[in-house]
């Protein structure tokens, strides 16, 4: 599956974004698919998951509440719904998938694109 990242930009503190991440291949419903994001000098931090099985969700605390992640399988989309935006939140997203569940261990990844958060 080949996946592509999109929707990122420049927003003030407290502001929302939304980002998609678009599949390619008529099997998209079968891959669980994640959201990671890299800071300059940080290490690449997993951001939520999606489930294909049931579309169980997942986020990390640092997301959680501010972050919604979900799927339209008729458009092979996911989707990163962020709110309260802030600026450590600023950082490249990429989208990645892996075979039915979420257990972190990605098969594909798509490149990124940069959410950058500040006034």
């Known amino acids: 599956v080949q996946l592509q990242a999109s929707g990122g930009g420049l927003v003030e503190p407290g502001g929302s974004l939304r980002l998609s991440c678009a599949a390619s291949g008529s099997t998209f419903d079968s891959y669980a698919i994640a959201w990671f994001r890299q800071a300059p000098g940080n290490e690449r931090e997993w951001v939520s998951c999606i489930s294909s099985v049931d579309g169980r969700t997942y986020y990390a605390d640092s997301v959680k509440g501010r972050f919604t992640i979900s799927r339209d399988n008729a458009k092979n989309t996911v989707y990163l719904q962020m709110n309260t935006l802030r600026p450590e939140d600023t950082a490249v997203y990429y989208c990645?998938?892996?075979?039915?569940?979420?257990?972190?261990?990605?098969?594909?990844w798509g490149k990124g694109t940069q959410v950058t958060v500040s006034s």
């Open positions: 990645a998938a892996e075979d039915y569940y979420c257990s972190g261990v990605m098969d594909y």
